[in-house]
């Protein structure tokens, strides 16, 4: 059973992002599928535009997903600003009927300090994550999004992850756990989740400050009245 608060998103995507598009072409342009995760803990939203327009009107909660949207397959300018760090510019790719995580996250780029002894803050960064292979069951992976080796503790699991380390968490059948680094809890995940392949992203403020988000991460399909008939 699809998610449906994922459905509603993918909905308003189609008057948001697709409209101008649409516009220019006389047939309907490929769409791909795109889910951004905000892996910052910070009470600031992040600010994100694609083509010139906002993805989440009025910015993107720290450490929360915005679900899967479609959007026009392609290229595209895109812009992340989370107030008191250093904003990013780059171009993100949409591949016709794949469906594409990319994840917001913190890295320091060069010294720490500047001349004048004063901190310089990390930079907004984005990664992206291939979907996993559908699957009846469960499946479940961390990723860490921190700068250094560090050790985390997902229910009875021990990980040890430097930064875009991976892990599969084996045995996971949708039940609750708790996420902890340095015996400080930092996440959990409520039981009885829908079974499905899910991330675990593990991200930090480089402050001493971490978290942890729970994010689906399957190839979505069109809704049927999307989708092109064959002739």
Not at 29 to 42: D, K, M, T, Y
Not at 175 to 198: L, M, N, R, W
Not at 222 to 227: A, D, I, S
Request: glycine share 10%.
């Amino acid at each position: 059973m699809k998610n449906l608060s994922n459905i509603r998103r993918i909905t308003l995507c189609i008057f948001s992002l697709c409209l101008s598009v649409t516009k220019l072409h006389a047939q309907d342009p490929e769409q791909g599928f795109l889910n951004v995760a905000n892996i910052v803990p910070s009470d600031k939203k992040c600010k994100i535009s694609i083509m010139g327009k906002d993805l989440v009107p009025g910015g993107l909660n720290g450490v929360e997903s915005t679900g899967w949207f479609i959007v026009p397959a392609g290229e595209h300018p895109m812009t992340l600003e989370i107030e008191g760090y250093k904003p990013a510019n780059g171009v993100i790719k949409v591949t016709a009927n794949v469906s594409s995580l990319y994840v917001i996250f913190l890295q320091q780029i060069g010294e720490k300090k500047d001349k004048d002894d004063k901190e310089i803050p990390p930079s907004v960064r984005i990664k992206k994550c291939e979907p996993f292979e559908l699957t009846k069951g469960y499946y479940l992976k961390a990723m860490s999004l921190c700068p250094a080796d560090e050790r985390f503790d997902v229910g009875p699991n021990v990980l040890r992850l430097p930064l875009f380390g991976t892990q599969e968490i084996a045995g996971w059948n949708g039940g609750a756990f708790k996420v902890t680094h340095d015996k400080s809890e930092i996440g959990s995940c409520a039981g009885s989740q829908e079974k499905g392949s899910y991330y675990l992203l593990l991200g930090t403020d480089h402050k001493g400050n971490y978290c942890s988000l729970l994010v689906r991460n399957e190839k979505q399909e069109l809704p049927p009245w999307m989708k092109k008939k064959e002739k």
